[in-house]
């Protein structure tokens, strides 16, 4: 756990110096005793954007902040642009020990220069990274005068962290009233869904649902992802910052996964509530798994996902055998799926191929798409969106999907969800499939 002191850090940054003379960034990675990223995050609390990224049955959590470079874009070529500014950030930062990760952000809907949030990739000035017990800080400063000396005292501030806590509202509860934007539209959306799939239109659409919770008080966003994580440690607990406020949120859904060459990825479609007994409990799960309607749904993900996979030239890419997802109030059916990344492919380039899965969107993507706006009242913004990070060589990172979540400014919370939709859907199940999957984020809520 050694931290280097500024002129140990002076020789190493010389020594990295002569190998890379162009470079406007220095990173220096240095490990400490352990460190809650979620509290220190909290301590911390510094404005956005911010992100944080934890799956607390992997003992793995991410927190980082302050941007030091960022970049923001929209339209059809967004993952491919921010892959160029990705490549072009690379270049101009020398890294003291592991390269940093670079948050990352991409909304449901691609967005232009009128409409949308845009698509946000930033280079934080700190982030703290737990894995297996082992805790990594990446500092990040500007290469000018003083460069070695601001490391070294900003390490020892880590090194020597002190946390302190903010009070959370215990009280607050779930409200048994919740103002749905834009009414009732829902139940009538569906039907009109499956005509149009029975007319050839698309062959899967996912419609969400937006409800607003206003109280008195405001909400605490680190004391709800606090809860959030320890009420579902097999989820993918987060937190990215939007214009107009931070969602938080449990996704059960990797959109991609890459490490040491390995491509992963899963479908998770297909939803029932979980059983008040054991044996209720596994007669809904022995359910859903021969429900023609579910089945039909996630094999329409699976194949997608698959398909995309391989036209970016991912090798081997093949479905793991499916399985039940079960989380706390609901279960799902989930595919993981494997593959190799190819030598000559980027981590953002397939992720731009697989985003948005008709997990969130439909299917076929294309035909789909256009006719959510038409129903939805809301604005998803990142929600359904991918959210989480990537290296800074592009190579290896992790994106999530933006789901089970709420968008939270001051005493105002936007809880999503969704659910999709296929020949034979039911409004009435629909619409109690979104209610359950809505009960994970209000339930965290603080």
């Known amino acids: 756990m050694t931290i280097l002191t500024h002129s140990e850090l002076k020789e190493a940054l010389i020594a990295a110096h002569s190998e890379n003379a162009d470079y406007q960034f220095v990173s220096y990675q240095f490990q400490v005793a352990a460190l809650d990223p979620l ?4 301590t911390l609390n510094e404005p956005a954007p911010r992100g944080y990224f934890e799956t607390p049955s992997r003992r793995r959590a991410h927190a980082a902040g302050n941007p030091i470079a960022e970049w923001k874009g929209t339209g059809a070529d967004r993952f491919t642009e921010a892959d160029k500014w990705l490549k072009k950030l690379s270049s101009s930062v ?7 990760r670079v948050i990352a952000t991409f909304p449901f809907y691609a967005g232009d220069s009128n409409q949308g949030i845009p698509s946000h990739l930033f280079l934080p000035a700190w982030q703290i990274i737990t894995e297996d017990g082992v805790t990594r800080v990446i500092l990040i400063e500007k290469n000018d005068q003083g460069t070695a000396e601001r490391l070294a005292e900003r390490a020892e501030k880590f090194r020597h962290f002190t946390y302190h806590h903010s009070k959370a ?17 829902f139940p009538s959306a569906v039907t009109r869904a499956t005509e149009l799939i029975k007319d050839g239109s698309f062959e899967k659409i996912v419609l969400s649902r937006a409800f607003d919770w206003r109280r008195s008080s405001a909400f605490n966003t680190y004391a709800s992802l606090h809860r959030l994580r320890q009420a579902n440690p097999s989820c993918h607990t987060f937190l990215v910052d939007e214009p107009d406020g931070a969602l938080v949120g449990a ?3 990797t959109l991609l996964s890459l490490f040491d060459g390995e491509v992963r990825s899963e479908a998770v479609a297909g939803t029932t509530r979980r059983g008040e007994s054991a044996s209720e409990d596994a007669s809904l799960a022995e359910a859903l798994l021969a429900s023609d309607k579910d089945r039909r749904e996630h094999s329409a993900v699976t194949a997608s996902i698959l398909r995309r996979l391989r036209m970016t030239g991912v090798l081997a890419a093949a479905s793991r ?5 079960r989380l706390g109030n609901v279960m799902h059916i989930r595919t993981p799926i494997v593959g190799t990344m190819p030598a000559d492919q980027r981590f953002l380039i397939i992720a731009g191929e697989l985003h948005p899965t008709p997990a969130v969107g439909g299917k076929p993507r294309d035909l789909a798409l256009p006719f959510i706006p038409g129903f939805e009242p809301h604005q998803r913004g990142l ?17 999530f999907v933006a789901l089970r979540c709420a968008r939270i400014q001051g005493n105002a919370a936007r809880a999503f969800a969704g659910a999709g939709i296929v020949a034979g859907s039911d409004p009435a199940a ?4 979104t209610e359950m999957k809505l009960r994970t984020i209000l339930e965290a809520l603080v």
């Open 251 to 253: 996704s059960p859904e």
């Open 430 to 433: 629909e619409t109690i499939e």
């Open 94 to 100: 020398i890294s003291v020990g592991e390269a940093p």
């Open 39 to 42: 509290a220190v995050l909290e």
């Open 321 to 325: 055998p499916a399985e039940l997802l």
């Open 169 to 185: 509202n215990h009280s607050a509860t779930v409200p048994t009233v919740l103002s749905e934007v834009g009414g009732g539209w």
């Open 383 to 399: 929600y359904t969106g991918a959210v989480g990070w990537i290296s800074l060589d592009g190579q290896s990172g992790k994106l």
